[in-house]
């Protein structure tokens, strides 16, 4: 895998190719963002002039990404109002020719609240493909690229999960995983002394990582169960089919108003 690079770059539609779809997490009710989420979604909160998930939409539309499903619970109707079916980059960009069409997983209509990350996941699973990408939308990373080649080289190895970790925020001094020199995500015992880096939520995943003996969750999630992703990862890990990056482009988790305050200034 390569680490994307720090600049924004807008790839051809030729060098990026086939790009794999994306799952945009937004379905959170952003408890500790009230009262500012109390009328409006954590994704639709302004950063720099643009909503949260905007940025994403931007990214993948720029990249060559020609479909993303976006999971939505709490005031989510306001998310699918606010960006339609389909998001152009409006600006001739070759990467976003026919721009980026969007599809909604609306767990909060269908079940009543939203239903965690693996459970999201698995009930748009039929709505994505093999190889997707996934970014949660309450995350700023202005600097990420949703690189072709690094979907290319997921898909060609054996992998379930690449996850793109970062160095550890204030909130989160412990973080979560760590990162072997061959590139493998480790879930170290809780007395190992090894660094751990957090997981920014940015990943490729496998389909089959949402399957047996990985998860016991049906595609599709009829049942509308709700479930976190970590279990999922670590069961890989213990098998070594999880890759990593450390990626030190900007990056934070919009977890609070101080810190959505921080990147407005």
Not at 28 to 33: A, H, I, P
Not at 92 to 103: F, K, P, R, V
Not at 212 to 236: E, F, K
Request: aromatic share 8%; with cysteine.
């Amino acid at each position: 895998m390569t680490t994307p690079s720090t600049t924004p770059s807008t790839p051809s539609r030729a060098a990026a190719g086939a790009q794999p779809p994306a799952m945009l997490l937004a379905a959170g009710r952003g408890e500790r963002m009230r009262p500012l989420t109390d009328a409006t979604p954590k994704p639709l909160l302004a950063v720099q002039g643009r909503p949260l998930l905007e940025w994403h939409l931007h990214a993948l539309a720029a990249a060559g990404v020609r479909s993303a499903v976006v999971n939505t619970a709490w005031l989510g109707e306001q998310i699918g109002e606010r960006f339609g079916e389909r998001f152009s980059i409006g600006d001739g960009a070759a990467g976003d020719e026919g721009g980026l069409s969007i599809a909604y997983s609306h767990e909060g209509r269908d079940f009543g609240g939203a239903l965690e990350t693996a459970g999201g996941i698995a009930r748009a699973l039929p709505r994505l493909a093999d190889v997707f990408w996934l970014a949660a939308g309450d995350v700023f990373a202005p600097d990420f690229t949703f690189a072709a080649a690094d979907a290319a080289a997921f898909a060609a190895g054996d992998a379930l999960a690449h996850l793109w970790l970062v160095p550890n925020p204030p909130h989160h001094p412990r973080g979560d995983f760590g990162l072997s020199p061959d590139g493998r995500a480790v879930d170290l015992p809780a007395h190992d002394p090894g660094p751990r880096y957090t997981y920014s939520t940015l990943a490729l995943l496998r389909a089959e990582l949402f399957s047996a003996p990985w998860c016991d969750i049906p595609a599709g999630n009829p049942g509308g169960v709700a479930a976190p992703l970590a279990p999922l990862l670590r069961r890989a890990m213990a098998r070594g089919r999880v890759t990593a990056s450390l990626y030190t482009g900007r990056w934070t988790d919009v977890g609070t108003p101080e810190r959505l305050a921080a990147l407005n200034r």
